[in-house]
Nanobody, 121 residues
Framework: VQLQASGGGLVQPGGSLRLSCAAS????????MGWYRQAPGKQRELVAS???????????NYADSVKGRFTISRDNAENTVYLQMNSLKPEDTAVYYC????????????WGQGTLVTVSS
């Protein structure tokens, strides 16, 4: 599986961006998908995740810092996962990565390249 992230850019505080992560391969649906971010001088952190299509119940999880502002979704027919980011804050500035995990979110099998999000006036 190859992951291609896109959609980053410069946005003012309070603005919105939508990140996309397109996956190659026909087995995209079996993976748990996650968005991570890494700010300068900080460790990479998990921002949001969404369960695989094979899960008995679709579920999403978010870091406390983005709850209520970010929404993760997936389109299995298009092999794409999205991260809608609203009410962006300067502290959301980071390189954002998508990743595919198998079984549990911690078992990351594939990483996409990063896309830079800069929130600044």
């Amino acid at each position: 599986v190859q992951l291609q992230a896109s959609g980053g850019g410069l946005v003012q505080p309070g603005g919105s961006l939508r990140l996309s992560c397109a996956a190659s391969g026909s087995i995209f649906a079996i993976y748990i998908m996650g968005w991570y971010r890494q700010a300068p001088g900080k460790q990479r952190e998990l921002v949001a995740s969404i369960s695989s299509r094979t899960s008995s119940r679709a579920s999403t999880n978010y870091a406390d810092s983005v709850k209520g502002r970010f929404t993760i979704s997936r389109d299995n027919a298009e092999n794409t996962v999205y991260l809608q980011m609203n009410s962006l804050k300067p502290e959301d500035t980071a390189v954002y990565y998508c990743a595919a995990s198998y079984g549990t979110i911690s078992d990351v099998r594939y990483w996409g390249q990063g896309t830079l999000v800069t929130v600044s006036s």
